[in-house]
Structure formats: C-alpha cells, structure tokens
C-alpha cells in the first residue's frame, strides 16, 4: 500500500494538530506535532538558565536533551517526553508560549529539531504539523496543507482552549502572545513560517473540523489513488 508523508503548515492557533491528528488517525499514519519538540526544548532551556546568546551553552544544553514521544491512549495522540520526563501539560503553559519563537529561532536548536523530524519521516506514513514541514523538514511530501484562519477566531479559539486550565488569562493577553509568535515565526532568518509554493491553502475560519478533515481526507485520497 503506497504511503506519503503529509505536512500542514500555518499560524499559532489555526487547528492544525487536530486536523493532522484526525487525518494521521483516519489514514493509520503516525501524527507528529513538531511544535511540542520546539516547547519541550524551551521548556529545558528555562529550567536550566540556558542563555540564547550563547551558542556554547545552547550546544551543550541540546547535547543533554532526548526527546521522545510516546502514544497515550486515551487521548489517542502521544505525550512529549523531555529525557523521559512527561512533560505534555508543562509545555503548553503561556510561559513557555511567551519564550517558545525566540528558542525555536535559534539555528542550533533548528538544526537539532529538524534532523529528528527528517528521521521520523523516513518510513513515510507521517503526518507532520509545525511552520517549516514543507518548505525545510519534507520539501519531497506528497501532501502540503498551509492551514489560515481569521485572527480573531484564531484568537477565541486559544482562548476557550486556554481559560479551562487557567482561569485569570484574558483575550487580550492570548491575542498578544498570538501576534508576537507569528511576527517571530515568520520573519526569523532561519526557516521562517511561510507557504511552500506547491501547498494547498485551506482557510478553516468558518469550517467544521467534521468539514476540514473530509477536505483533508479527499486530497489524501487523490493522491494515494494517482
Ligand atoms: O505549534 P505550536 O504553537 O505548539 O508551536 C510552538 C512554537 O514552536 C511556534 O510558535 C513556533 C515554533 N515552531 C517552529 O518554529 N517550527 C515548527 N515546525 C513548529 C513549531
């Protein structure tokens, strides 16, 4: 049975992780989301006082860091692992949000992030979300789904994720965190955020997730039939 790798590409908060979720689960394909990797190495970095501006430190530091992912069932998508550490729910903090662009602009810590997600996708039948899968992590998928939204939705959309757990966050605040990463994202030197010139654009501001896979599903289909 042929196999591809999928990428879907796009701004914070556009429901890319869900939909590439969905479809790796219709597919049977392996779902990574890139992302947890880059907050993970954050995550690390703010523990242990690791300063950007030095190249030797931020070198070391990812010369102590093994990321891992691991299948939790009940969520049907898996955990990230920071040298065996769960570390799933201490990643999406806003303080990790608020510093995560800045480390995943670092060329080292890009260097270090893409070399894994290359491998994972070396038996094809992946699904990869992030901001560079299809321009620098897999310029060869079959697939490339660039993912936009409205930024206010995308905003209202974190925020309802975000007020579950932290009941004190405010819309603006969500709406700043928003604009500064994609600011950063997309005018970093290093694999900024940008369309791969043969991704497919999928606005999702007024779909259904129902919709959006289904949409997902029948591109997939076309090429896996071609
Ligand atoms: O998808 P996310 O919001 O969890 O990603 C967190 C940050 O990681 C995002 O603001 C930019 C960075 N990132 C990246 O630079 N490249 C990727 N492929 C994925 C994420």
């Known amino acids: 049975m042929k196999k591809i790798i999928i990428t879907i590409d796009g701004f914070s908060s556009c429901g890319k992780s869900t939909l590439a979720k969905a479809l790796a689960k219709e597919l049977n394909y392996i779902f990574i989301d890139s992302g947890a990797m880059y907050r993970a ?12 501006d030095n190249s030797n430190a ?24 920071l040298n065996n550490r769960n570390v799933e729910e201490a990643i999406r903090s806003m303080e990790i949000s608020n510093k995560v662009s800045e480390v995943a602009a670092h060329p080292l810590v890009r260097d270090f992030a893409v070399a894994q997600q290359q491998q994972m996708g070396l038996e094809k039948g ?3 979300d992030g ?6 992590v897999f ?3 079959e697939l490339k789904i660039f993912v936009t939204a409205d930024p206010q939705i995308r905003t209202e959309r974190r925020y309802k994720e975000l007020i579950e757990k932290n009941p004190t966050i405010t819309l603006e ?6 604009e500064t990463r994609d600011h950063i994202d997309s005018t970093r030197e290093f694999s900024p955020l940008r ?3 043969d991704a497919i654009e999928l606005n999702n501001s007024h779909l259904t997730r ?7 599903i029948d591109m997939a289909h076309k090429i896996l039939n071609s």
């Not at 190495?41 to 950007?52: A, D, G, K, P």
């Not at 901001?131 to 620098?136: H, K, L, P, V, Y």
């Not at 129902?210 to 997902?216: D, G, H, I, K, V």
């Open 210 to 216: 129902e919709e959006q896979l289904q949409w997902a």
């Open 139 to 141: 310029p060869q998928a």
């Open 41 to 52: 190495v954050t995550l690390y970095f703010i523990e242990n006082n690791i300063s950007l």
């Open 58 to 81: 931020v070198k070391e530091a990812l010369q102590n860091i093994h990321l891992a992912f691991q299948f939790n069932q009940e969520k049907g998508k898996s955990d990230m692992l």
């Open 131 to 136: 901001r560079d899968i299809g321009t620098t």
């Open 173 to 178: 605040e969500v709406r700043k965190n928003l």
């Open 126 to 128: 992946i699904v990869m």
């Open 195 to 197: 369309k791969a010139n």
